[in-house]
T-cell receptor
Framework: GAVVSQHPSRVICKSGTSVKIECRSLDFQATTMFWYRQFPKQSLMLMATSNEGSKATYEQGVEKDKFLINHASLTLSTLTVTSAHPEDSSFYIC????????????FGQGTRLTVV | AQSVTQLDSHVSVSEGTPVLLRCNYSSSYSPSLFWYVQHPNKGLQLLLKYTSAATLVKGINGFEAEFKKSETSFHLTKPSAHMSDAAEYFCVVSDRGITGKLIFGQGTTLQVKP
């Protein structure tokens, strides 16, 4: 099956700094990528939909200026958490939908962000 | 609007006994439905998917699910649970468009007792 690589898998940063998370589709082209946030023992909440070459579409309640998304190529999307605070600590997961397999999305391994 | 409801937040079975994880969906048109599994601090793995072909869908690791339109259900089953099946399971609905969002259920924690 298709592989989505997410990096880093775990990151600890200080309050006020920014953290970038990468999501790469390794063996397919992904027109659309999705970013999710998951709190402990909870489901995945969609944060934004990232479309290659255009602005991301954010879900209601998600701060665009805080969670910057860039989808510069068909294989890479990045999520930057700007001016991170402890409440941003969470598990972030990306998924990618292959251009020719629109009914299925493939997920990265997730990134555990801890802001201290 | 689409939504999905997982009827049980926690299911506990003994090893070797059947597994049933329940999922109901709401959609204004024929949806695509998925079951994903997540092990602790890991990403998600696709177990199976329904995309308007056969209503009984077979997936990996012995799991299967039946799409029942009249009941708006997509329950996940397995004849015999294995210890390695212990994980979090998510029922997911998606629309058919290329940018269709995946809407996740609340998740069901499956515990398998020896």
């Amino acid at each position: 099956g298709a592989v989505v690589s997410q990096h880093p898998s775990r990151v600890i940063c200080k309050s006020g700094t920014s953290v970038k998370i990468e999501c790469r589709s390794l063996d397919f082209q992904a027109t659309t990528m999705f970013w999710y946030r998951q709190f402990p023992k909870q489901s995945l909440m969609l944060m934004a939909t990232s479309n290659e070459g255009s602005k991301a579409t954010y879900e209601q309640g998600v701060e665009k200026d805080k969670f910057l998304i860039n989808h510069a190529s068909l294989t890479l999307s990045t999520l930057t958490v700007t001016s991170a605070h402890p409440e941003d600590s969470s598990f972030y997961i990306c998924s990618a939908r292959a251009t020719d397999r629109v009914t299925e999305a493939f997920f990265g391994q997730g990134t555990r962000l801890t802001v201290v | 609007a689409q939504s999905v409801t997982q009827l049980d937040s926690h299911v506990s079975v003994s090893e070797g006994t059947p597994v049933l994880l329940r999922c109901n969906y709401s959609s204004s048109y024929s949806p695509s439905l998925f079951w994903y599994v997540q092990h602790p601090n890991k990403g998600l793995q696709l177990l199976l998917k329904y995309t308007s072909a056969a209503t009984l869908v077979k997936g990996i690791n012995g799991f299967e699910a039946e799409f029942k339109k009249s009941e708006t259900s997509f329950h996940l089953t397995k004849p015999s649970a294995h210890m390695s099946d212990a994980a979090e399971y998510f029922c997911v609905v998606s629309d058919r468009g290329i940018t269709g969002k995946l809407i996740f259920g609340q998740g069901t924690t499956l515990q398998v007792k020896p």
